[in-house]
């Protein structure tokens, strides 16, 4: 079966660092792109960054120059690295891929970064 796997995240105070890394259960060529969503209480789930297959990545302009979005195609993995963290970074972080074959997007369950300030 098809699974995205989350790691990481956890507690952080403002201004530190951590990583997240989003394992595929099949094959990380399975997909289009993928990405990571992150959703805060009483708020809309929003994209903070997306890699394509071919490299091209995008980042939602209030994490830009702080978080780096990759991918370990060997791996099966993505990875978002966070720094200069900030309490409003604090939610739920889900890892997102939309697959070629099935045309369907598939989420993880979702890690949960909070940051203190």
């Known amino acids: 079966q098809v699974q995205l796997v989350e790691s990481g995240g956890g507690l952080v105070q403002a201004g530190g660092s951590t990583r997240l890394s989003c394992t595929v259960s099949?094959?990380?060529?399975?997909?289009?792109?993928m990405g990571w969503y992150r959703q805060a209480p009483g708020k809309r789930r929003e994209l903070v960054a997306i890699?394509?297959?071919?490299?091209?990545?995008n980042y939602a302009d209030s994490v830009k120059g702080r978080f780096t979005i990759s991918r370990d195609n060997a791996k099966n993995t993505v990875y978002l690295q966070m720094n200069s963290l900030r309490p409003e970074d604090t939610a739920v972080y889900y890892c997102?891929?939309?697959?070629?074959?099935?045309?369907?997007?598939?989420w993880g369950k979702g890690t949960p970064v909070t940051v203190s300030s």
């Open positions: 997102n891929g939309n697959h070629r074959g099935y045309g369907v997007n598939y």
């Open positions: 099949t094959s990380i060529f399975d997909f289009v792109n």
């Open positions: 890699v394509a297959a071919g490299g091209n990545t």
